[in-house]
């Protein structure tokens, strides 16, 4: 048998000083008071009766055992620390360890400076025993935990098709968009189903550290969850299946299967189309032909002088030469490896993998150019939302203005007004200049019978052209009034941003609404501009 010597434990506990006395094993020597005394000196513990000493060491029982009063001995204990997250969710405990003579750590102690501490809901008990167990000092250790409310939520659709097609996309080399993988015709057969309605999510309320309740929030909204054209709902009110074979998409929160036109090309073979569904064309479209689908529409080349119409996306997995003839009007989303004088008007967002040159383009969301080159030169560029490309206008230095800050509709109607103006101006000054030129023909002509037809006719065409400019340019004051209001109450939307990434070169100008910004003579690099309070803001 192993000997040992025997040992003993002087600590403060419950306002005693307490000794715990073991035995020794085999030869060991026992405990001698002289060694309890020593120690009660260093803790500068007076008035323990010796003869109290030497009961507790012969009966070395292993039991804590109080032998004085000694209430200076609590400040020897573990020294806790508590810190509360803001919302009252979590707790965490740091804890010093005890000095010379202080009382150990216990269960017990932790949870009473808990409780002391209000903490009274999701104390984790595993937590506190491995503090114990493992002597954990001196770190912080998250000690509880509040319960959150769970919000009523109502049952989420499921649905088993893209109803995002297109994002996220995949990306090629250099943050090019993948237009080949854009798969917008989600094809369904009869029967299939294409959409669920998920379970409910009932409202439980929450408690906090302190035992606070959470009210969760209730009456929430169902979701749109029906069938359109197409699909048909189950009697439970949670399945649609397709009731046709064709592109399945979401309008307006109803789902939808179309009819689908899938066809080569679109020329002289098969003429212009407009169609009630979806409409794909693998090859070209050529250079004079109409295209209209009130779903989307996906063209597989190139396309030139043609008008596109689309109630939903569009793609264009080539791009556009419009040759200022081509028109894409579009509902949703418009994809494009290119845009070249082209007129583009596009309710959703544009995204654009090359370039948008020498175009009119007027996008509802945001206008995004993602690839190698990722520019913009040329033309009027609108976006109710926010413009990121890498270059901004050309070393050729073309015109290039770009407009953001309002939305769709209002700059719609400032356009025209705008052009409005411009007509009734440019009439105002020509009739300005026709009257003039008869006033000094009158002045020319002698004052003899002959001519007396001459000036009747000349006094007929002045009477005629200051009626008209008369007419004209009350017309122009209208507009110009219009125009004013229109722009005073225009709302600046200070979430749209312009990021160029790389370069802005000279002859670019920018307009967040009456606001202007113009590119420095030898141009700038990667610039960001935006309106905060009211203010042109670059960085």
Request: aromatic share 6%; hydrophobic share 35%.
């Amino acid at each position: 048998m192993q000997s040992r010597d025997g040992q003993f434990q002087l600590f403060y506990r419950d306002n005693y000083a307490c000794l715990t006395v073991y035995p020794p094993e085999g030869s060991g020597r026992t405990v001698y008071p002289e060694d309890v005394i020593g120690r009660l000196k260093v803790l500068d513990l007076r008035g323990v009766r010796r003869q109290k000493i030497l009961e507790v060491i012969e009966e070395a029982a292993g039991e804590p055992v109080p032998i004085a009063l000694w209430p200076e001995g609590r400040k020897l204990g573990p020294k806790m620390n508590l810190e509360t997250s803001d919302d009252a969710m979590t707790a965490q405990i740091t804890i010093e360890p005890e000095r010379q003579g202080g009382e150990p750590l216990s269960a017990s102690m932790i949870k009473g400076f808990l409780q002391s501490c209000g903490i009274v809901f999701g104390i984790d008990r595993e937590i506190i025993n491995s503090i114990v167990l493992k002597k954990i000092y001196n770190q912080p250790v998250k000690i509880a935990f509040g319960c959150d409310a769970v919000d009523e939520r109502p049952p989420e659709p499921e649905y088993f098709f893209l109803t995002d097609r297109g994002k996220p996309f995949k990306e090629l080399e250099f943050e090019r968009i993948d237009l080949k993988e854009l798969n917008f015709i989600q094809n369904k057969k009869k029967g299939d189903i294409i959409a669920k309605l998920g379970a409910p999510v009932p409202a439980s309320d929450g408690t906090d550290i302190f035992g606070r309740k959470l009210l969760a929030s209730r009456g929430a909204v169902e979701p749109v969850f029906s069938a359109g054209e197409g699909s048909v709902m189950s009697e439970d009110g949670k399945t649609i299946t397709a009731t046709i074979d064709g592109n399945a998409r979401l309008d307006k929160g109803r789902v939808i299967v179309e009819p689908l036109i899938s066809v080569e090309d679109v020329d002289y073979s098969n003429g212009n189309m407009d169609f009630a569904g979806s409409l794909d064309v693998r090859g070209r479209i050529a250079d004079g032909f109409n295209i209209k689908a009130k779903g989307d529409i996906q063209i597989g080349k190139s396309v030139s002088r043609v008008s596109i119409t689309g109630g939903g996306d569009i793609i264009l997995k080539a791009g556009i030469t419009g040759n200022d003839e081509g028109i894409i009007v579009c509902e949703g989303d418009l994809y494009a490896r290119y845009i070249e004088s082209a007129s583009i008007l596009c309710r959703g967002t544009i995204y654009v993998e090359e370039a948008i040159m020498h175009s009119s383009v007027k996008a509802g969301g945001d206008i995004v150019l993602k690839g190698k080159r990722a520019e913009i030169f040329g033309g009027r560029i609108f976006s109710a939302g926010s413009i990121t490309c890498k270059k901004l206008g050309s070393i050729n230095e073309p015109l290039t203005e770009v407009f953001l800050g309002t939305d769709l509709d209002s700059y719609t109607a400032l356009e025209k007004l705008q052009q409005r103006v411009s007509e009734h101006s440019s009439k105002v000054d020509e009739l300005d200049l026709q009257i003039r030129q008869i006033k000094n023909a009158q002045k020319n002509l002698a004052a003899d019978d002959q001519k007396d037809i001459s000036k009747v006719k000349l006094e007929t065409a002045r009477t005629q052209l200051t009626n008209e400019f008369e007419i004209r340019n009350k017309m122009l004051s209208n507009a110009l009034r219009e125009l004013h209001d229109l722009k005073r109450d225009i709302i600046l939307n200070e979430e749209s941003v312009l990021s160029v990434e790389d370069r802005i070169f000279s002859k670019v100008h920018v307009y967040f609404s009456h606001l202007r910004w113009d590119s420095p003579g030898k141009g700038t690099g990667k610039t960001s501009l935006m309106v905060k309070k009211g203010k042109l803001l670059e960085k």
